[in-house]
Every structure is written in structure tokens, then in C-alpha cells.
């Protein structure tokens, strides 16, 4: 009777000790993981010095991409360096633009820094028309108070040469909620592009 005890604590002692072992290395395991998982958290993080050369896309490279878009496109809007040169057709006043993107040529090439051809003709072709061999607008100003600078992008689909992310854009001192954005990129070469027209966009 002696001896099955004894049997009995040296298994049931056998038992513990294994179930501890393999607890202690799961647990180990996992912390290794973890410890895995936040370096190539860490390494994700792309430093952007050329947002019209971004190579490698994702949640850190996308908002500097965004800016820069953001800029050509207001630009663009904004009549490039500004003239005082109008005419009127029909009623509405237009205005030319500057000469550095005073063609349809200049100003493709001027966006398609930051979007694809497709993207910018969309745009051109919709908001600017030829006079008298210059590209000119409607003689207005446009505007966006969002603060794209501040936008985080969250990966909604993907493939080697096209993504698509969720924009959320805050809003001046959070007057209001965020905007939610869905924007689409391609990859032009070996360069990053935005594949959503601006207006639709900005």
C-alpha cells in the first residue's frame, strides 16, 4: 500500500513538473513573439524624404504621399503662381494659368508627380480648358480645411502594384469628427502614385 502511494506522488509529482515545463516555455514563446512582432512593427516605419519617390507603401509612407498630392492639387486650383490675365465665354470669367504649368503638358507633368496619368487627366479635363493655346480655369478659389497632415491610413486591400486605404483627416482643433477617405494608389515604375482623382479626394 506503501509503495502505491509513493508511486502515486511520484507520478502525480512527475505530472506537475511537466505541465510548469511547458507552461514556463509557452510562456516564453510567446513573449519571444511578441518581441518578434514589435520589431517588424518597428521596421514598417518608412522615412520619407521624397514623397514623389516613395518605393515602399504603407500606414507611414501614405500621409506624406497624401501632402505632397494635396499641394499639386491646390496649386493647380490656385492657378499655379497666380496671373491677372482673365477673359469672359458666355458670362463666367476665367483666368489663365501661370506659365510653368500654363499647358496641358506642363501641368500633366506637374501632377503626375504625385498621381497617376489617369488620376490627373480625370482632374485636368474636368476643371481647366485650352484658350488660345494656354490652359486656363474659372476664375474662382477653392478650399479645404482638413488637416491632411495629420491623417493616419489604415490598409483596406492590396497588390504588388495597387493598394487601397481608409484616410481618417482630421478637423482644426476637432471642430467637428474626422472625415473617413478611401483612396487608391498604383504603383507608376518604381514609384508610388495616388490613383484617386484630387477633387475626389481634396
Known sequence: MKRNKRLTFTLTAAVLGLSMSMSTGAAAAGAGNQQTQGQAQKAEKVVVTDPTAITKLNSTSVPPLIVEAEKR???????????????????????YLSDDIGTR????????????EKAAAYFVDKYFISHGGRLA?????????????K???KMLSMTPTQRVYKLCVPYPE??????????????VGD????????????
Request: proline letters at 3%; hydrophobic letters at 35%; zero cysteines.
Open 151 to 153: 491623417a493616419t491610413a
Open 105 to 116: 503638358a506642363k501641368l500633366m507633368d506637374y501632377l503626375k508627380q504625385a498621381y497617376t
Open 137 to 149: 480655369q474659372l476664375n474662382a478659389d477653392t478650399g479645404n480645411i482638413l488637416e491632411f497632415g
Open 73 to 95: 492639387y491646390f496649386y493647380a486650383m490656385g492657378g499655379g503662381k497666380g496671373s491677372t490675365d482673365v477673359f469672359e465665354i458666355n458670362g463666367q470669367q476665367y483666368r
Open 191 to 202: 514609384h508610388w502614385r495616388v490613383g484617386t482623382a484630387p477633387h475626389a479626394v481634396f
Open 174 to 187: 476637432h471642430l467637428q469628427g474626422p472625415e473617413y477617405i478611401t483612396v487608391k494608389f498604383e504603383k
